[in-house]
């Protein structure tokens, strides 16, 4: 099987591949029109990025079967295309969880005790211990999470070896759920915003959660408290929070933002919220450890190896929850060559369309049971053409509920 990596990637990773017998071929410089000439060039069966957009164009221009995004999120996928046109898209939730909350923290307490300002001002030979001295500290602080999912947790867990107070919010979380993490449960994210006095996001970026940040969230924020975002720019409404540091002295730590380059390294003019005293920036690299890159490394390795050995495909995110299927055909039948084709046929002439089929060989593969799931129901003629077959038992029709 041919795998084109076409964004950085783990030696490891890549000899790992290998192993599989996987044909590799290693490109992180193919972007947007490059990319989709590769693809139509060298049709390979699995495509592997990290932050590289994957559009429309590059998922028709091969033959694609499986888009791996060696990250957390899918956003920067064409999903939406690659489930039209049958492409499986997975990607490695939680191996860089770790990575994410240590850069957060990062920024918390660089903005606690404004560090980036202390190494500056001793570069350019100033001693200001005066200015620097007037840190509020962590502990008994509360930390307010918007989102606990993999990276939240690890949030919390720093946050309790910092003896501080958690509460937090998520679209899954339950009052039962936060106890049981240990964290105060909040209905809302302003309620989040107005208790905290630290507020870190960990939500994936949605139709939901886009600007889920915004002028009322920064309202509801105590003055002064600081705000960390290490998830997805477009979660945040810039110029809310621009407003926010101007106006209610927020300090601002973030790792991502809007129209940040594509690449690696490129000029850049930074909004006018980058410029302000208390807001700290980072290149988008809170995944970019060694570790958590070893981890997906490892991680993309594993969803090719159950691919090319099972036909599964773990962590996969575009595969339906619940298909069209009313009714499921179960059909007893003698293990033999033609008798699924059969059934399929017989299916064919009625016009029912088969949504998923699972076939079960019973020990000593004499016999089996295939679970075929249908949009409509055969008619009874069909079902008496289907039981015909000298080689099938029985052959009977459950409506799903």
Known sequence: MKVLVADKFEQSGLEGLRRLGCEVLYDP????????????VHN??????????????????????????????????????????????????????????????????ALDRRIPDNVQQLREGHWNKKAF???????????????????????????????????GWSRSLTPERAQAIGIGYRATPLDVANEAEIVSVHVALTPETRHLC?????????????????????????????????EKGIRAGLDVFEAEPSSAEATFDPPALFHLPNVYGTHHIGASTRQAQEAIADEVVRIVHAYLTTGEVPNVVNLATR????????????????????VFNCLREANINVQETENVVFEGAE??????????????????AIRQHEAIFSAVLVPLS
């Open 323 to 342: 298909t069209p299927a009313q009714y499921l055909l179960v059909v007893r039948h003698l293990d033999r060559v033609g008798v699924l084709a059969h």
């Open 133 to 167: 001295s007037e840190a509020r500290g962590l502990k008994g602080s509360t930390l307010g999470l918007i989102g606990l999912g993999n990276i939240g947790q690890e949030m919390a867990h720093r946050a309790h070896a910092f003896g501080m107070r958690v509460i």
């Open 214 to 246: 915004n002028r009322a969230f920064f309202e509801a924020m105590q003055p002064g408290a600081y705000f960390i975002n290490t998830a997805r720019a477009e979660v945040v409404d810039e110029s809310a929070l621009d407003w926010a540091v101007r």
């Open 29 to 40: 410089s193919l972007k947007e029109e490059s990319l989709v000439e590769a693809l139509r």
């Open 367 to 384: 016999s089996a049971v295939a679970r075929v799931q249908l949009d409509s129901a055969p008619p009874e003629s069909t079902l008496s």
């Open 44 to 109: 390979p069966d699995i495509l592997i990025v990290r932050s590289t957009q994957v559009t429309a164009p590059m998922l028709e221009a091969g033959d694609l079967s499986l888009v791996i995004r060696a990250g957390a999120g899918v956003n920067t996928i064409d999903v939406a295309t690659a489930s039209k046109r049958g492409i499986y898209v997975a990607n490695c939730p939680g191996k860089n969880a770790i990575a994410v909350a240590e850069l957060a923290f990062g920024l918390i307490l």
